[in-house]
Structures are given as C-alpha cells and as structure tokens.
C-alpha cells in the first residue's frame, strides 16, 4: 500500500517556474515507477512525466520535454517535478500517482496508487 500527497502548486505568472513534491509513504515505495499527470474539468487525465524506480529512465510528454524535470529521492520517499518556462496551457490540477510497471507509465489506468492532486495555475 502506498499513500501519496502533493504540494507545491499555486498561481505563477508566464514563464515562472514552480517545484510539485510528492511524498510517498509505504515501505515499497522504491520499488515503483511514478509519474505525474494532470487533469482540466471535463477532459481526460494526461500524462506529463514518468520515472523508473531507481530513476534511471525518465519519460515526458512532448508538450513538456525541455521545460520540466522528473526526479526522485528514495531515500526520502519524495517524487519532484520541476516545471520551468511555464504557460497558461499548464494550468491545470497535478496529480502524482505510482505504477509497479515501467512498460506501462503513460497510461493513466495503469496506476494503482493516487495522490489527492495539486492545482497549479499559470497567468498570461
């Protein structure tokens, strides 16, 4: 069992940057590939990026490549998401979630643990 909480959202201007926590507790915490997804009313969840357990692989959607950074601390139980050069298309709730399959980390179904989210906004 794994129960995860975000912080770090809130309201930045047009590329500003902001830094989305999730700390992990449960002690398989390690053994899991995370991501982060994010969801506007009414639409479909979205993958934003992914990072295998020992975060050796990383993988990001296209519409983020370049401008944000998964990471991870074992050690800590904590999954970041650094979102740099932001835009108004980024306002949306981000939600962390954990995933026991790296073959599968871009399908949101696939995810067996969730986070309550965390809204992030972005002014032009």
């Known amino acids: 069992q794994v129960q995860l909480v975000e912080s770090g959202g809130g309201l930045v201007q047009a590329g500003g940057s902001l830094r989305l926590s999730c700390a992990a507790s449960?002690?398989?915490?390690?053994?899991?590939?995370m991501g982060w997804f994010r969801q506007a009313p009414g639409k479909e969840r979205e993958f934003v990026a992914a990072?295998?357990?020992?975060?050796?692989?990383?993988s990001y959607a296209d519409s983020v490549k370049g401008r944000f950074t998964i990471s991870r601390d074992n050690a800590k139980n904590m999954v970041y998401l650094q979102m740099n050069s932001l835009k108004p298309e980024d306002t949306d709730v981000y939600y962390c979630?954990?995933?026991?399959?790296?073959?599968?980390?871009?399908?949101?179904?696939?995810?067996?643990?969730w986070g309550q989210g965390t809204q992030v906004t972005v002014s032009s």
């Open positions: 979630a954990a995933n026991g399959l790296w073959a599968t980390v871009r399908d949101p179904k696939q995810y067996a643990y």
């Open positions: 449960g002690r398989t915490f390690s053994s899991y590939a």
């Open positions: 990072i295998s357990w020992s975060g050796g692989s990383t």
